[in-house]
């Protein structure tokens, strides 16, 4: 049914890069043989879930969407793809993205656009626009996306679905390939907050393959959905509501509060004073540690090499000169500059020390708050096109997410309504590690 609505739906929004039917065929009869013998089934007992191509999965080629790893078929699962095979989650392919995870429209794909399925002229965001893209248009149950700056919650915003970004550490990131190892996490894209809490508890949990890994104890995410949102306390940040901000997208965040205030919480405004920092310091930072990440695609390990080639410095040179696009390069450009001697002090050590003041910004907030909530992002979807010749205007789009990932608190994208025809979508950042209280809040309001 999965394979059936892609075939009839996929032409037009080009969500997947990779499809698994045989693989998914040999799963699903693993599954009959579950149900004869009567085996227990596992907590996603055969949804069928696609899986953003940055994402390792054993012998189904993985791409990040880059020409460069075009021909790339990894020898092993990562471990979120083991923990939804072992969930009983069945992989129908890999997701579309902006390459390497690098963009907000997901036109850097070096492959093809995807489309939003609410409006094909328009973008579905990024950088998990294949994953938003996919569970809006029915094309899997879930999916799971990632997300360095925003690149879950923002894609979901733009295609109307809910997408969830853990607490930094609560999902394995091993076999994630990496963009910006500090900032990085995995997290579902559903149509709903319950399968969110579902998916999320099937893929959160220490992992001795990735050393930034909390050892925390796992709730139960789907009985913290209790509906009960009454003395919850929340703090609405003066600046995600400002300048900036699309009046339509405003209006429709605040009648979501309303929503909430109707069912017993209380609201008030705040002020994370250092939010005008953050573009500039995530950029910084997060090519920074790509140009330092992607040096390992030299041509010889990993994906494509050119022919002819003299000496070994022309090999790396024309491997890389043909297979990055140019957003990646300006990425690696960036970064590495940022981090070259001399120049160090300045920019990556002094962006960091703004990273903390940032947290701090959170870390007083949540002393008072239950939860922060604003829009995901200031826009809706905009055209395809609109900024691909102006990446500064697309890096401002973060300006809303990017905050939470420099904190490394979770954060949710839930649908609250529509703004010139196209979807909003209202963001709730929880305390690190409280995903219940962030889940429970999105499907009260839900
Ligand atoms: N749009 C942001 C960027 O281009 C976020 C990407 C992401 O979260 N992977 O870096």
Redesign the pocket.
Known sequence: EAFRKIGERDEKVQAYITLNEEGARTQGKKLDDKLVSGEERGLLFGLPAGIKDNIVTEGLRTTCASQFLSNFNPVYDATVVSKLRAADAVTIGKLNM?EF????SNENSSFYPVRNPWNLERVPG???GGSAAAVAAGEAFFTLG???????R?PASYCGVVGLKPTYGLVSRFGLVA?ASS??QIGPLTKNVEDSAYVLQAIAGYDGMDSTSAKVEIPDYVSALNGDVSGLRIAVPKEYLGEGVDAGVKETVLSALKVLESLGAVWEEVSLPHTEYAVAT??LL?SSEASSNLARFDGVRYGQRVDHIGSLLDLYHESRTQGFGDEVKRRIMLGTYALSSGYYDAYYLKAQKVRTLIKRDFDQVFEKYDVIIGPTAPTTAFKLGAQVDDPLT??L??IL??PV?LAGVPAISVPCGFADGMPVGLQIIGKAFDESTVLRTAHAYE
């Open positions: 902006d995870a690098m963009g907000g990024g950088s998990s990632s997300d360095t700056g925003g690149s879950i923002q963009f900032l990085d995530y950029y997060a697309m890096y789009n973060d997410t990017i990932s």
